[in-house]
């Protein structure tokens, strides 16, 4: 690996040129051609089903354009996040979204025309074993046309979903952007983007902390109006639509996209309540070692050391390579490519929009990793779990690119495993209870998100959903349910909370997936539950976690389990077993602490 590694990505390896660059505007320009001729010639058909032939020709032209629109979007989405102020991105993004919309207006008629087949044709195509890869997502689509709106209604629902349902997702990041939070420091006035703002929330020092927690809240309660309508609208298009489709649940969309049913979903949030005191004797714990009663919301994410050392970029390209390589060496060869190609957006700078993500170019066969980093231990953590997307990106692209599409909450396995090997390596080698501490809270923290905070965020939704059925909600009632959330995920175990939380997160506005909150729970679960494997089997795990990660996108969740695990996700067994996991952290973290 290079001893200097940049934290600035390289984009110029997709396209040149940045927002303006003339070859992706060729690329954008010949994907619109090839969704429009496919469009045009489905529309040709009428309603006459297709035959074989046209079958393979029109599946074809569907992987085509389903790549060509994923290279298109990881483009934009980072040219989008690494400069708010670029327009011109603005722009390619509203574009993308029109393709988008004309490409699913196709992609609903050829699911309209796959229902339609006769089974015995269907049957015929089918059973060619060079289309196996891609006979469940193409299942899954012909059973979900039967549960949609005819063709044309669903296509004028995705024209106007363009300017309506997809801009008002958008508006989040206008609403970023004007956001500027005034900080003194060294005697010197700045004005932070929200990103910055973030990382001063999980500062070592209190006083930093607790300063910060009041201007967060302050510079998000001063956009509360503009987020309220946001959020109002989103909700409101979503639950016109769904009322169209004949759909009474909003849980019915994310779940399917999840590939997961509504048993699974139970009986993983009941583990996690059932886990719910020994979490709060963590945090009680947390609390007494910070000289506090109880934590404050900005608390939960603080380090337990008053002063803690930065992790240089490089150290910590090197703590995620070593960790990998102890369970996978293709891991950790991906890892070392990422860091020396550049694909790490990591600068800490003005203007960037907060959080990290990982996203792929399917086509040039690269991810690229956005995220702000400041040398915490909590930024590592981003950072392999970022990875650990990258790594999945690398095991599907060979396949075809429907059987490349898995869903968010398999994804999230990936990632939070990935944060795990690191978090165990560290544990290992850590040479002082003081370091062993630091390590198991950070641990801790995670297990806080996934099964506290993000809880708290599904129920939120679903009863701002039940209640949005009655009507627009205005900013103070949003923060009432949230509120009412926190306490309940919680436990009433912190003693301030974040009324603005819906405001300042982002995930509550993205449109491409409804309930943006679940299925991190399952993968930080499942993961868990893979770790424990993992541990039981050695390195000759490693494959079976390869093959796993392979199939994500040809099966259901509860496929996988039964598949490479011999487990049933939809019942509790393994969920309660995951928890404990985190409950023997929790032990080890009382006795490290004396109590």
Sequence with gaps: MNQSLSLKWNLESLFPGGSASPQFATFVGESETLCAAWLQQLQADGEVAPDV???????????????????????????????MGDKRAVAWTERIQTLSAKFK????????????????????????????????PLNERRDSAKDKLPPALEAVASELAVDGYHGWG?????????????????GVTAQLSVGQAANKLDDPVPAIRDLMAIKWEEAWAGQADLGADTLNRLAGFRLKLYGMRGWNDPLREPLRLNRMSRETLDAMWSAVEDGLEPLKRYLALKARRLGKDKLSWHDVDAPIATSQAKIPFEEAAKIIT?????????MAKLARKAFNEQWIEAEDRKGKRPGGFCTSAPISKQSRIFMTYSGTPGNVSTLAHELGHAYHG??????????????????????????????????????SDEEKLALLDDRLQRAVAFCMNIRARFLFETRFYDRRTQGMLEAADLSELMVEAQKEAFGNALGSWHPHFWASKLHFYITEMPFYNFPYTFGYLFSTGLVAVAEREGAAFSKRYDDLLRDTGMMTVEQLGVSHLGVHLDRPDFWQDAVSRVIADVEAFAELCKE
């Design 170 to 186: 958008e508006h989040y990041n206008t609403i970023v952007g004007r956001i500027a939070i005034p900080w003194e420091e060294n």
């Design 394 to 431: 690398n095991l599907v692209e060979g396949l075809p690119p429907l059987a490349q599409d898995y869903a968010m909450n398999v994804a999230e396995t990936a990632s939070t495993f990935a944060e795990a090997l690191v978090s165990d390596a560290l544990l290992r080698r850590a040479a």
């Design 322 to 330: 070593d960790a990998f390589e102890q369970f996978s060496p293709d």
């Design 53 to 83: 032939g046209k079958l393979s020709g029109w599946t074809e032209r569907l992987q085509t354009i389903v790549s060509r629109l994923r290279e298109a979007d990881a483009f934009v989405s980072c040219l989008t996040s690494q400069d």
């Design 105 to 136: 207006q196709a992609a609903d008629l050829f699911d309209a025309k796959l229902a339609s087949v006769p089974d015995p044709i269907w049957q015929e195509w089918s059973g060619h074993s060079a289309r196996s890869a891609v006979l469940f």
